[in-house]
């Protein structure tokens, strides 16, 4: 019998958790600012993320968004009330981009794996978002966009995890343009895995989190690493980085349990952290 949900207390109101079978689920909450980026979500983002990597119990985790959008990227309000500070806002813009860099790497350093479903837009920084989750489910309405060119703000920070995500002429395509994109061509780019009826976009995102969750911790901790880590080096240097993370790999007791699991045709019992 499948668990309930349960609700876990998060750093700030806009941002909602929930926990099950394995997966917390983290919900931008401020439909209002159609789950703007703020530097308070992003701070609180950075929280939860931080109290999951200690949390052995949580293995797997889904960003979804509340209302209309997935995210709509930084608050613009925000940033233009700040032109009014002493300095013309520099130190907070610093701050802003700071925290926002850090809180995606955090997705990518974070030894589990990071599954976005996005419903509605994902522009700017929510695309941004998206891109640097390992997986990405949309439905079939979810739109995807870099637009800040079209107000005079080229979406460079965007681009480092977009242009690590899909193909260099498609980031610039969407860099340069600033046009909407459709989920099928998020899918077509590279962008997300796969498009699903709309509205459905959590259910399997967390269903495919919930299966990652029985996969061995350990294993995946190490192949995040290994493959972010050697997906942007030599090939020489990239096979040296891999054939130290397979050692690695065969010298724990869960890669011993699963090989003599798949021989003796029985499932595998993993440690637990």
């Known amino acids: 019998?499948?668990?309930?949900?349960?609700?876990?207390?998060?750093?700030?109101?806009?941002?909602?958790?929930?926990?099950?079978?394995?997966?917390?689920?983290?919900?931008?909450?401020?439909?209002?600012?159609?789950?703007?980026?703020?530097?308070?979500?992003?701070?609180?983002?950075?929280?939860?993320?931080?109290?999951?990597?200690?949390?052995?119990?949580?293995?797997?985790?889904?960003?979804?968004?509340?209302?209309?959008?997935?995210?709509?990227?930084?608050?613009?309000?925000?940033?233009?009330?700040?032109?009014?500070?002493?300095?013309?806002?520099?130190?907070?813009?610093?701050?802003?981009?700071?925290?926002?860099?850090?809180?995606?790497?955090?997705?990518?350093?974070?030894?589990?794996?990071?599954?976005?479903?996005?419903?509605?837009?994902?522009?700017?920084?929510?695309?941004?978002?998206?891109?640097?989750?390992?997986?990405?489910?949309?439905?079939?309405?979810?739109?995807?966009?870099?637009?800040?060119?079209?107000i005079g703000l080229f979406c460079s920070t965007p681009m480092v995890a977009i242009a690590r995500t899909i193909s260099r002429k498609h980031a610039m395509e969407m860099a340069w343009t600033g046009a909407l994109y459709s989920a099928d061509d998020a899918e077509r780019f590279g962008l997300i895995n796969r498009v699903v009826p709309a509205g459905q976009a959590l259910a399997r995102a967390q269903e495919m989190a919930a299966g990652l969750a029985q996969r061995s911790a350990k294993t995946l901790a190490i192949g995040k690493k290994t493959f972010y880590e050697q997906v942007e080096l030599s090939l020489s240097e990239a096979y040296a980085v891999a054939g130290r993370a397979m050692v690695e790999n065969l010298l724990l007791p869960d890669a011993a349990e699963g090989i003599d699991a798949f021989l003796e045709k029985r499932p595998p019992q993993w440690e637990r952290e």
């Open 1 to 150: 019998m499948k668990s309930a949900p349960k609700d876990v207390a998060a750093p700030a109101p806009f941002l909602r958790r929930s926990d099950s079978m394995g997966v917390a689920t983290l919900t931008l909450n401020d439909p209002g600012s159609r789950n703007a980026l703020s530097l308070a979500m992003i701070e609180a983002l950075n929280d939860a993320l931080a109290d999951i990597a200690h949390q052995p119990d949580v293995r797997a985790i889904v960003f979804a968004g509340q209302g209309p959008a997935f995210s709509s990227g930084h608050d613009l309000r925000e940033i233009a009330a700040h032109r009014n500070d002493r300095d013309g806002g520099k130190e907070f813009y610093e701050r802003l981009m700071r925290s926002c860099g850090q809180m995606m790497q955090a997705i990518v350093n974070l030894p589990k794996p990071v599954i976005a479903a996005v419903e509605g837009v994902a522009t700017a920084a929510g695309c941004q978002l998206v891109a640097s989750c390992d997986l990405a489910i949309a439905g079939q309405g979810a739109r995807f966009a870099t637009p800040g060119v079209n």
